[in-house]
T-cell receptor, first 111, second 114 residues
Framework: GDSVTQMEGPVTLSEEAFLTINCTYTATGYPSLFWYVQYPGEGLQLLLKATKADDKGSNKGFEATYRKETTSFHLEKGSVQVSDSAVYFCALTSGNTPLVFGKGTRLSVIA | EAGVAQSPRYKIIEKRQSVAFWCNPISGHATLYWYQQILGQGPKLLIQFQNNGVVDDSQLPKDRFSAERLKGVDSTLKIQPAKLEDSAVYLC????????????FGQGTRLTVV
């Protein structure tokens, strides 16, 4: 079945550092790919998405590119802030299948 | 636009007791999902509804969990009897039609079974 593998956390960075969170996937067909973010005590919020190969999703300074050849969708941000501290989930859906999530990566940004 | 509403936010029960969670999806969304999120893990699908019909309940522990969406809008998830390992956050989500689209999540219900 479909699956998502993302890098283990936690990740701790200093403010203004560069962020990369790796995500690779296995899927039949042509999935849509997503990054969700979960701030402490809150539900999941969609951060960005890409629906076909070579698409780049972006939002709030984060971006990720749908790479079909490497089955990857790595999340990047050039300069993180303390307010970016959260848990980040990579996810996919194919056709009418429900979202399949990775295990999540906890990011802590220190001032 | 109102988001996905869930209640209660928190619930503490003893093992073997029963509990119910309620979800009101975004207006017009045909697809509704219930996910279980155990601490430190990603959300795991319990059940997916399309309108008031079940699309996927293959991972729902049917001996103790049940869910319904009678009029194709609100949904209720019930656990009876609860076990210690049911302690988790229960997330409700909805989407327009469930076809390669994102889902919108509620804030979740944190269940603690003692």
């Amino acid at each position: 079945g479909d699956s998502v593998t993302q890098m283990e956390g936690p990740v701790t960075l200093s403010e203004e550092a560069f962020l990369t969170i790796n995500c690779t996937y296995t899927a039949t067909g042509y999935p849509s790919l997503f990054w969700y973010v979960q701030y402490p005590g809150e539900g999941l919020q969609l951060l960005l998405k890409a629906t076909k190969a070579d698409d780049k999703g972006s939002n709030k300074g984060f971006e990720a590119t749908y790479r079909k050849e490497t089955t990857s969708f790595h999340l990047e941000k050039g300069s993180v802030q303390v307010s970016d501290s959260a848990v980040y989930f990579c996810a996919l859906t194919s056709g009418n299948t429900p979202l399949v999530f990775g295990k999540g990566t906890r990011l802590s940004v220190i001032a | 636009e109102a988001g996905v509403a869930q209640s209660p936010r928190y619930k503490i029960i003893e093992k073997r007791q029963s509990v119910a969670f309620w979800c009101n999806p975004i207006s017009g969304h045909a697809t509704l999902y219930w996910y279980q999120q155990i601490l430190g893990q990603g959300p795991k699908l319990l059940i997916q509804f399309q309108n008031n019909g079940v699309v996927d309940d293959s991972q729902l522990p049917k001996d103790r969990f049940s869910a319904e969406r009678l009029k194709g809008v609100d949904s209720t998830l019930k656990i009876q009897p609860a076990k210690l390992e049911d302690s988790a956050v229960y997330l409700c989500a909805s989407s327009w039609d469930g076809l390669n689209t994102e889902a919108f999540f509620g804030q979740g219900t944190r269940l603690t079974v003692v």
